[in-house]
């Protein structure tokens, strides 16, 4: 369905939850204009219909209308997913006119200074809010994406208020995931039980109330979870990754299993990457399935949850995911919530 482009590791910003790895890729490593451009046609012959362009910030290179243009003519859907605060007016006319169809833009709080205390930069959310206006605008589909953790879920009201004030179409409520960045920093992040019970109720009602207006998706966080959800809609199934430096993987954490080679498509086609490569091979499908998934009626819902997940708390990603009740080292989702203790998060940085 869709191809996840990492376009770049460089970010202006310091999110402490993002996945990308704790070795970020320095821009020297990364791939080529050409090199993007030939992925994205040979994505979209192997019927991909959607390209996100993210990273990092996807903004920070110098060849992003390119990319869009080179995406777009390929016959993808093209949405960028950006922090936006060095989105200038010029630049998104040029991002527009080479095709883009949609502009994500993440916030980090609802007031500036607990989202530029997240970001790491002051100043951040102002220039969030005016970038947000320029591609409403322009008449370009608009997603805010906010991250949700335990330091700004208790605003999630003025979350939603903000989203509705902008004249997103969309609004994305996701709990922080933890991977990369976001698992080192995980004890700083993790939320109370009863921060998310709240959340579920204010955000619930507010969906309801906004139908027809602005939608929103609530990714619920699985430590508080029975059932864990299916992870980029199953390994291998509907989304691949490609990192800065041009590897393919079925997920952005992929890289943490130990064990699986992942295919350089600096020379390798997308086809083979996706058909034939054992890394996608491994964990698609239900042939992999330790007990309890294997004879759960579940498998072909949630496909067994989440490999990285699974590698992160029990050390084997082939493994149930923890946060299935089914499985035997469930108590690891406690266990975690419990040590969440710590308040200062480490920025992400190079
Ligand atoms: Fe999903 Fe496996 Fe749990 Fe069944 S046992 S609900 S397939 S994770
Ligand atoms: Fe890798 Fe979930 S993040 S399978």
Redesign the pocket.
């Known amino acids: 369905m869709a191809l996840l482009a990492e376009l770049t590791h460089r970010c202006p910003l310091a999110c402490p939850y993002c996945s990308n790895p704790l070795e970020l890729t320095r821009a020297s490593a990364e791939l080529e204009t050409a090199d993007w451009l030939r992925i994205f046609r040979e994505a979209a012959a192997l019927g991909a219909m959607q390209v996100h362009l993210s990273g990092g910030e996807p903004l920070a290179r110098a060849d992003i209308v390119d990319l869009v243009a080179g995406a777009h003519e390929a016959g993808l859907y093209t949405n960028l997913i950006t922090a936006a605060v060095t989105l200038s007016p010029g630049r998104l006319d040029a991002l527009a006119s080479a095709g883009l169809d949609h502009v994500q833009i993440s916030l980090q709080d609802a007031d500036a200074a607990g989202a530029d205390r997240i970001a790491g930069l002051a100043g951040a959310h102002a220039r969030k809010l005016r970038a947000a206006e320029m591609v409403r605008s322009r008449g370009l589909a608009l997603t805010l994406n906010v991250v949700v953790h335990r330091h700004n879920l208790d605003r999630i009201e003025e979350l939603i208020e903000l989203g509705v004030a902008s004249g997103a179409g969309r609004m994305e409520i996701a709990h922080a995931q933890y991977h990369g960045w976001g698992l080192a920093n995980r004890a700083a992040l993790l939320p109370r039980a009863d921060q998310v019970r709240r959340a579920v109720s204010v955000v619930g009602a507010a969906a309801a109330r906004l139908r027809g207006r602005m939608a929103i998706d609530h990714v619920l966080p699985d430590h508080f979870a029975a ?2 959800k299916a992870c980029m809609g199953g390994w291998a199934r509907r989304f691949f990754v490609v990192s800065p430096q041009g590897r393919a993987m079925p997920c952005h954490a992929a890289d943490t299993i130990p064990g699986l080679a992942f295919p350089d498509l600096r020379r390798t086609p997308v086809a083979e990457a996706w058909q034939e490569a054992e890394a996608f091979r491994r964990f698609r499908g239900t042939g992999w ?1 330790p007990e ?2 294997r004879g ?4 072909e ?5 989440c490999r990285c997940q699974a590698l992160a708390l029990t050390g084997d990603a082939a493994a ?2 923890p ?5 035997p080292q469930h108590h690891r989702m406690a266990e975690a919530v419990g040590d969440a203790t710590v308040d200062a998060f480490r920025p992400r940085r190079f």
């Open positions: 059932r864990p399935m309890p998934c759960c009626e579940r498998r819902v949630d496909w067994g949850g149930t995911d946060a299935c009740a089914l499985s």
